[in-house]
T-cell receptor
Framework: SAVISQKPSRDICQRGTSLTIQCQVD?????MFWYRQQPGQSLTLIAT?????????ESGFVIDKFPISRPNLTFSTLTVSNMSPEDSSIYLC??????????FGPGTRLTVL | AQSVAQPEDQVNVAEGNPLTVKCTYSVSGNPYLFWYVQYPNRGLQFLLK??????LVKGSYGFEAEFNKSQTSFHLKKPSALVSDSALYFC????????????FGPGTRLSVLP
């Protein structure tokens, strides 16, 4: 299984600012995924990031709010822009396994004041 | 569209007793089914999956799940619960015909009482 790290592990931010979350994988992967887990809720897919192409966003998520970079096969970033308290969530990245499962990073816990 | 239901928000079981966490799903094509566990302040850990083959699949930490196509269910089970099994459990489905997108259920909080 892939080993995935995320930075930062948690942050407290002011309304109107932006935060960039990093996701690093210990092996090369084609697809990386970004999820949001709002307090007490399940996971919701934000977007799928393929290296060398634009990210594909799910309904309800837009690039201006959640820009994603995927500069190589082991790294991706998600930016949460112009934050509001409603953006307070855990943000998780994941990668697809060879046998169809997904492996998740430890998550970034974001609190917006 | 894919969907997953976990009908119980909370399951309580005594240590040593068998546990079941329920999951039903809806997909238009063939389902790939997964169970994940989330401990407090941790990411999701993969437990087990059903892709094809035997309906009973065994996974990590003594957990198993049974795929029932007629009932569109994939319940998670363990013969003897441990206090350390207390966590949040998520069922997820992927439609084999529609790429890599997972849909997660709402989660079930399992409490194993000593």
């Amino acid at each position: 299984s892939a080993v995935i790290s995320q930075k930062p592990s948690r942050d407290i931010c002011q309304r109107g600012t932006s935060l960039t979350i990093q996701c690093q994988v210990d092996s090369q992967v084609t697809m990386m995924f970004w999820y949001r887990q709002q307090p007490g809720q399940s996971l919701t897919l934000i977007a799928t990031a393929n290296q060398g192409s634009e990210a594909t966003y799910e309904s309800g998520f837009v690039i201006d709010k959640f820009p994603i970079s995927r500069p190589n096969l082991t790294f991706s970033t998600l930016t949460v822009s112009n934050m509001s308290p409603e953006d307070s969530s855990i943000y998780l990245c994941s990668v697809g396994g060879i046998l169809n499962e997904q492996f998740f990073g430890p998550g970034t816990r974001l609190t917006v004041l | 569209a894919q969907s997953v239901a976990q009908p119980e928000d909370q399951v309580n079981v005594a240590e040593g007793n068998p546990l079941t966490v329920k999951c039903t799903y809806s997909v238009s094509g063939n389902p790939y089914l997964f169970w994940y566990v989330q401990y407090p302040n941790r990411g999701l850990q993969f437990l087990l999956k059903y892709i094809t083959g035997d309906n009973l699949v065994k996974g990590s930490y003594g957990f198993e799940a049974e795929f029932n196509k007629s009932q569109t269910s994939f319940h998670l089970k363990k013969p003897s619960a441990l206090v350390s099994d207390s966590a949040l459990y998520f069922c997820a489905v992927r439609d084999a015909n529609y790429g890599q997108n997972f849909v997660f259920g709402p989660g079930t909080r399992l409490s194993v009482l000593p």
